[in-house]
């Protein structure tokens, strides 16, 4: 099997987009695909696509409207081939006019994308974003006294963690009410390069936030030293549907508060230690119990079914199917 992966490919992984193309595209080359990476703004070297002569041309995209059509043409190298689209997150203007642009099948993350692609005639399976449950996983109380020191947060502080872009649309003013609480310290990991956000940055810092603009390698160890993730987006442009942080929390076994944000309540039953919760104080009064009452924890039993190796293998059998 040939596959042709299309998307955002850069040593830049600090953004949702890029990572789901990387994680992917591990995850199938693992499974046996003989894969060819090709970046969508590179369009000098879109004409390999005739040489490689793949089997599946699969875009990992947002999409917007632009992208479905650059879809297509790019896809017109090699008409042979079955084309597919993740559609991460996507934003379609005019979508019955895309009708002459659609691929053979758009993998979906939500009810709503499903509802949007189906108006076009699209052929829609749903398929989420997944985790490196090897990467993302729980450590030991000595590893997390070890990185606390580290980083000079305090064994006693209540850790609630956020991986954010600084943009308001995320609404990241609520950790602003929730450092007011007593023995709480918010943590915000940011974008390293993303331009703006300045303000919005020096609010959380001046709230007493400690807000990070800075990749981090090992991620995993910043997720290690929260006590609680809380992901409170709820506008739906502001993230991909399946967002990535969310699933790594869950995969190290924090306690997780969140909206119910795109792909989340269709993937997740609520309970051992996964809470909805759509207003700021419906998300403090979660954070309190999780402080305070010590609930029963076992996120990473909820999301272990999306590895991302089992999801390139069931990926692996959707291309078998449409090459059928």
């Known amino acids: 099997m040939k596959v042709c992966l299309v998307g955002h490919f850069s040593d830049a992984l600090d953004e949702g987009l890029r ?9 199938l080359e693992e499974n046996g695909i003989e894969l060819k990476k090709l970046s969508i703004s590179s369009f000098r070297k879109w004409n390999s696509v005739q040489t490689f002569r793949p089997d599946i041309m699969h875009f990992v995209l947002t999409p917007t409207t632009r992208g479905v059509i650059t879809a297509k043409l790019i896809s017109k190298l090699h008409p042979e081939a079955k084309t597919v689209i993740s559609a991460v997150h996507p934003s379609l203007v005019g979508a019955r006019l895309l009708q002459p642009f659609k691929p053979d099948l758009v993998l979906v993350q939500s009810k709503k994308s499903d509802r949007l692609f189906k108006s076009i005639g699209c052929d829609t399976r749903f398929f989420p974003n997944g985790v490196d449950l090897e990467k993302f996983k729980p450590k030991s109380q000595e590893d997390i006294r070890r990185l606390r020191d580290e980083f000079g947060v305090p064994m006693q502080s209540f850790v609630v963690l956020h991986l954010a872009s600084m943009r308001k649309q995320r609404n990241l003013d609520a950790f602003k009410t929730i450092q007011r609480q007593e023995g709480y310290q918010v943590i915000v990991v940011a974008r390293e390069n993303e331009a703006g956000g300045k303000q919005l940055t020096r609010e959380l810092k001046e709230a007493g936030c400690l807000v990070w603009r800075k990749h981090f390698p090992n991620i995993e160890d910043i997720y290690s030293m929260a006590n609680c993730y809380v992901f409170p987006t709820i506008e ?3 993230c991909i549907e399946t967002p990535l942080s969310v699933l790594e929390a869950m995969a190290c076994n924090l306690p997780v508060v969140t909206s119910r944000f795109g792909a989340l309540p269709g993937l997740f039953p609520e309970g051992s230690g996964l809470f909805f919760a759509e207003q700021v104080e419906q998300i403090l009064g979660f954070t309190h119990v999780i402080k305070n009452e010590k609930p029963r924890v076992d996120t990473r039993q909820l999301v272990s079914p999306y590895s991302w190796a ?11 199917e449409l090459k059928r």
Not at 310 to 320: F, N, Q, S, V
């Open 310 to 320: 089992g999801l390139a293998a069931d990926l692996t059998e959707i291309y078998e």
């Open 19 to 27: 990572n789901v193309a990387k994680y992917l595209g591990n995850a």
């Open 236 to 238: 739906p442009k502001a």
